[in-house]
C-alpha cells in the first residue's frame, strides 16, 4: 500500500520583498505545486495523500486565496487527509469551519479533527494529532501515544503530526516533540510510520521510519531539500516501511555573501548570476562587501538594478552588507570638479575610506555626487 506524505503548503503566505505580481505568482505556484503532487500521486499508486499540517498559513485569509486553493485541491485523484498545524490550528476560528472551506463540495478533502484511528484503506489507519492552538504547552504526540491501542493483525498504522522534534529544536520548547518516545512507539508496532509536519526541510531520522516532507515550496532561505513530496510504501508482512522523493516545487530562494573589491570581482558576480537559471521563480538576497572606485561601483549599481529586474525579487540583506566608495584621484578630476565641492568629495572620501557609521553614509554621498556630476543620467 502506497500513500503521498506531504506537508506545509502554506496557502496564504505573503513575503514583503515580492511586488504585488510577483506574490501572485508565488502564490499561484503553491497551488501548482498541490496539483503536480496529486499527479505524482496517481502516477505512483498512491491510495491517498496525508498533508501534515499548516495546509493554510493562517485562519484569517481572504475568500479568493481558499477558493483558489479548494481549486487546486479538486483536481487532486485521490482522498486528501489534512491535518490542522499551528498556523491553521483547529480553534475557535478555525479555517476548517468557515463556509467557504466547508461549502467547496469536495468529497474527497478529510480533516483529521482528532486522534481516533481512521481506516483510510483496507488494511491501513491514520492516526492524526491536531493542533488545537497555534502555541501548545507540551508535546501532544506523546499524550497520544500513550493512550493508543495496537492495530489489530495485518493493520499498517501512520501517525500524523505537527511539531519540531526536540532533537532539531534549538529552543527547548516545551512543546518539542520526543522523538525517542515515537521510535518506541514504532518498535512496539504500535505505528508503522510517522508522517511529520512544520519543518519546511525534507529530513528523516535514523530509524528511517520518521520523515518531515518539507514543505511543497521554498518559504525561507534557510530552508534545504525543500519542494518534495514522499511516496511512502507501507509495505506487507514483514517488510519495512520505505519512500521515495519525489520533487514538485519550481522556486528557489537565494542568498549569496560575495566580497567585490575590483570591476573583475562584479564582472564575475554578473556572469554567476546570469547563469542562474528560471530567474523569474528565484529570490535572491546579497550580503556584499568590499571596497570599490567610483568606476566600479557604477558597475554594481548596474548589476544589482538589472538583479531587481530579471529575478523575482532580489534585495540587499542590510546588516551583512557593507560597500565602501573609495574615488581614486583620477576619477574626481575626471568629472570636473573644484573648490567646495572638490574638498567635501575629499572629507568625503577620506570618512568613507576611515569606516565606521559614517562610512556607508559617505559612499552613499559620494554615489550622488559622481551621478549629478556626471550629469545626472544615473540620478
Not at 519512500?243 to 542568498?255: D, I, K, N, R
Request: charged content about 25%.
Amino acid at each position: 500500500m502506497r500513500f503521498l506524505q506531504t506537508s506545509d503548503w502554506q496557502w496564504g503566505m505573503t513575503r514583503r520583498w515580492f511586488s504585488e505580481a510577483d506574490q501572485a505568482r508565488f502564490t499561484q505556484a503553491r497551488n501548482d505545486a498541490v496539483v503536480r503532487a496529486g499527479q505524482v500521486a496517481a502516477e505512483h499508486g498512491c491510495a491517498f495523500m496525508v498533508v501534515a499540517g499548516d495546509v493554510f498559513d493562517s485562519n484569517q485569509l481572504g475568500r479568493d486565496t481558499v477558493r483558489r486553493a479548494m481549486e487546486a485541491l479538486r483536481q487532486v485523484p485521490v482522498d486528501v487527509y489534512l491535518l490542522p498545524g499551528n498556523h491553521d490550528a483547529l480553534d475557535a476560528a478555525s479555517i476548517y469551519d468557515q463556509e467557504v472551506f466547508t461549502g467547496a463540495g469536495l468529497g474527497h478533502v478529510h480533516v483529521l479533527r482528532d486522534s481516533e484511528p481512521v481506516t483510510v484503506a483496507e488494511g491501513v489507519e491514520l492516526v492524526g494529532v491536531p493542533l488545537t492552538t497555534n502555541r501548545p504547552d507540551r508535546d501532544v504526540v506523546a499524550e497520544v501515544l500513550d493512550l493508543l491501542d495496537p492495530p489489530a493483525d495485518g493493520v499498517r498504522r501512520v501517525l500524523v503530526a505537527h511539531g519540531q522534534l526536540r532533537e532539531l529544536d534549538p529552543g527547548h520548547r516545551v512543546s518539542a516533540l520526543d522523538g525517542a518516545r515515537m521510535r518506541r512507539a514504532l518498535d512496539e508496532g504500535l505505528v508503522h510510520w510517522v508522517a511529520l509536519g512544520d519543518r519546511h526541510s525534507r529530513w528523516a531520522d535514523s530509524s528511517g521510519r520518521v520523515h518531515y516532507s518539507g514543505a511543497v515550496e521554498v518559504t525561507d532561505f534557510r530552508d534545504e531539500h525543500v519542494g518534495d513530496v514522499l511516496v511512502v510504501d507501507l509495505g506487507q508482512g514483514e517488510e519495512q516501511p520505505s519512500c521515495e522523493v519525489v520533487h514538485v516545487g519550481t522556486w528557489q530562494m537565494l542568498q549569496v555573501s560575495r566580497q567585490v573589491d575590483s570591476a573583475d570581482d562584479v564582472a564575475r558576480l554578473r556572469a554567476e548570476w546570469e547563469a542562474v537559471e528560471n530567474k523569474s521563480t528565484v529570490v535572491l538576497k546579497h550580503a556584499l562587501t568590499g571596497t570599490l572606485t567610483l568606476t566600479e561601483d557604477v558597475a554594481l549599481q548596474e548589476l544589482l538594478e538589472w538583479a531587481q529586474d530579471a529575478f523575482a525579487a532580489a534585495f540587499a540583506w542590510d546588516r551583512h552588507t557593507d560597500v565602501v566608495v573609495v574615488p581614486d584621484d583620477a576619477e574626481l578630476a575626471d568629472i570636473g570638479i573644484g573648490g567646495y565641492v572638490a574638498r567635501a568629495a575629499q572629507d568625503l572620501t577620506d570618512t568613507a575610506g576611515a569606516g565606521g557609521r559614517d562610512a556607508v553614509a559617505a559612499s552613499d554621498a559620494l554615489r550622488l555626487l559622481y551621478r549629478y556630476a556626471r550629469g545626472g543620467a544615473r540620478a
